[in-house]
């Protein structure tokens, strides 16, 4: 099982524009989460579309990994969306980050230290990742846990940004 962030669009009802949101989801691959993204879609059908996503398997320097046994150290993931405003540009600007700390003070203040060029760089959400995952929901009956790694070569997140439109509706659950 793999841990996927996914950034979804859509129009929402009474919205003037294209409404953005952060998935969560633990699939094998990122078209398995598919079925789970158009059961949590509030907008309207049809609209749900992908623009971009990451599987979560390194991030701040460490590797990260899902195993059914809990993680015993101090470290843990924490998923940190910024906010902030440049001067020139009619808008909020957002970051999203994953930040390895051992408290949400830390990844905090450390996430609002990587943007300097924004005015009233500001935290618009921050949660501890196994939270904001639901990782015992995701990966059906075997509750996983993140498991952090120091790595020799840090890198940055890799992400692919496409539009994917996903049409249809969500398959119905089934119980075996």
Known sequence: ?????????????RANIEVHDMRFVVA?????THDELRRQWWG??????IDCWAEIDHADGYDVSLRAEPFEASERLYYVNLGGYDPSDFSEKHRNMFVVAES?????SRALRTV?????????DLYEAEQAFAL????SEQRLFIHLNRSDKARPLRFTC?????KGKAKA????
């Open 162 to 166: 496409e539009y994917l439109p996903l």
């Open 104 to 108: 949400i003070a830390q990844a905090k």
């Open 173 to 176: 659950e089934t119980s075996v």
């Open 136 to 139: 015992d929901k995701a990966a």
């Open 44 to 49: 309207r059908p049809g609209s749900l579309h």
């Open 28 to 32: 094998p691959s990122i078209r398995e």
């Open 116 to 124: 300097r060029d924004w005015d009233a760089a500001h935290r618009d």
């Open 1 to 13: 099982m793999k841990l996927f962030a996914i950034y979804i669009g859509g129009e929402v009802a």
